[in-house]
T-cell receptor, first 113, second 111 residues
């Protein structure tokens, strides 16, 4: 009964490859997010979608492309992976854009070699 | 813009010690304030919140009081346990802006 799930949990890949991370929430929430957490635990928002529409797009390289096929899913595709993309990526959801309580997934640890 | 500043970690305490993790903020308008906790290998979870000045949020023995005059929201616990070892994030939201997190403070509690 996981509320917010992500796959895969670990992802090891080489520079230049393209990879995707999937996220699903079963809470019936309208808003979903992607965060990047670096090695020092600093957490930075990347994207936010409300009801399948992009509402926040922080300064993120355009190699990163989110896709929301429906409001329960928000996937993250990364092209031409670089060493600096190594981090833990968290998906989260909230009731709507005005809700402050966010529910986080377990994270995907991406390692680019 | 909105920002949150937390004390640098790591913080190492013995079991049953008193915990304070400082958090101050800068925000436009009237923010709501939060503490999130991240246990090892997991995502963040909301620990407590306060939505207006002088509110006290509390949960699992942790407390934090929204102090508008000092723009602070310090996290306290009277007696920590080993199971409290985690990274703690102070955060705020103001209006329709997304959550803004501090850099996190790692707490290690030793038996």
């Amino acid at each position: 009964d996981t509320a917010v799930s992500q796959t895969p949990k670990y992802l090891v890949t080489q520079m230049g490859n393209d990879k995707s991370i999937k996220c699903e929430q079963n809470l019936g929430h309208d808003t979903m997010y992607w965060y990047k957490q670096d090695s020092k635990k600093f957490l930075k928002i990347m994207f936010s979608y409300n009801n399948k529409e992009l509402i926040i797009n922080e300064t993120v390289p355009n190699r990163f492309s989110p896709k929301s096929p429906d409001k329960a899913h928000l996937n993250l595709h990364i092209n031409s992976l670089e060493l600096g993309d190594s981090a833990v990526y968290f998906c989260a959801s909230s009731q709507d854009t005005g809700s402050y309580e966010q529910y986080f997934g377990p994270g995907t640890r991406l390692t680019v070699t | 813009g909105n920002s949150v500043t937390q004390m640098e970690g790591p913080v190492t305490l013995s079991e049953e010690a008193f915990l304070t993790i400082n958090c101050t903020y800068t925000a436009t308008g009237y923010p709501s304030l939060f503490w999130y906790v991240q246990y090892p290998g997991e995502g963040l979870q909301l620990l407590l919140k306060a939505t207006k000045a002088d509110d006290k949020g509390s949960n699992k023995g942790f407390e934090a009081t929204y102090r508008k005059e000092t723009t602070s929201f310090h996290l306290e616990k009277g007696s920590v346990q080993v199971s409290d070892s985690a990274v703690y994030f102070c955060a705020l939201v103001s209006g329709n802006t997304p959550l803004v997190f501090g850099k996190g403070t790692r707490l290690s509690v030793i038996a």
